[in-house]
């Protein structure tokens, strides 16, 4: 994981309250491995949150913090390749 990623993943921390275990973060390629990996963390401390408002927020933060379109940030989008996240 580059720094970009390592940012990414803190600022997730940050704003959710949790914490993700590094051997999980490191698998991390697509949005969607990240989107799962914050609902399986969410769901164990907070279950007033639905998925859905889990997945914007964390959508929201990619944004915020590179300033990629919302569009651009579908499921399927490799950090690296398809959004330049390192």
Known sequence: MGLDA????HDVETKFEI??????????????????????????SDNSISRKTCDIRVI???????????SEITRTASFINDLGID
């Open 6 to 9: 390592v940012t990414l993943v």
């Open 19 to 44: 914490e993700i275990d590094d051997r999980d973060a490191s698998k991390i390629v697509t949005v969607g491995d990240l989107l799962d990996l914050v609902w399986k963390v969410v769901q164990k």
């Open 60 to 70: 929201t933060i990619i944004h915020d913090s590179f300033g990629i379109k919302k």
